[in-house]
């Protein structure tokens, strides 16, 4: 085995070298509600009952998924809700987001297990 092999052993880096430090899906969600443009809605979608709503955002919105984006970039977005609820419980986002991404590039957000307590563990 050589010196960059695997140890099991946990290290605690600092929040902000976290690859995951700036995601924040409270603020995520929010920014995509409030961001929501040219929106078309509710459909109900045949054998679901899933009320969607098809609308457009800013690339700007998304800053808390994906960090740095393409400024000026525009996306498609689809709000999925539970018509009973009306919970947010899927975000699909097609399009440019970010400079690197493909003009087809989709992103897909499942919000499920509402205010479920979970624990983590170590992986292996």
Same mark, same amino acid.
């Given at each position: ?61 998304? +800053?808390?998924? /994906?960090?740095?984006? @393409?400024?000026?970039?525009? &996306?498609?977005? %689809?709000?999925? =809700? ?10 699909? +986002?097609?399009? /440019?987001?970010?400079? @690197?991404?493909?003009?087809? &590039?989709?992103? %897909?957000?499942? =919000? ?13």
């Amino acid at each position: 085995m050589d010196d960059e092999s695997l140890t099991g052993n946990w290290s605690e880096i600092p929040p902000e070298e976290s690859p995951f430090s700036f995601l924040d899906p409270v603020r995520l969600v929010a920014d995509i509600l409030g961001s929501t443009q040219n929106a078309v809605y509710p459909e109900v979608q045949p054998g679901n009952g899933v009320l969607q709503i098809h609308g457009n955002i800013p690339a700007e919105a998304l +800053i808390s998924l /994906v960090g740095s984006v @393409e400024p000026g970039a525009v &996306t498609d977005v %689809v709000l999925s =809700l539970e018509p009973e609820t009306y919970r947010l419980k899927k975000v699909v +986002i097609t399009g /440019v987001a970010q400079p @690197e991404d493909e003009p087809g &590039t989709i992103r %897909v957000i499942d =919000l499920t297990d509402f205010n479920v307590e979970t624990t983590l563990e170590p992986p292996i």
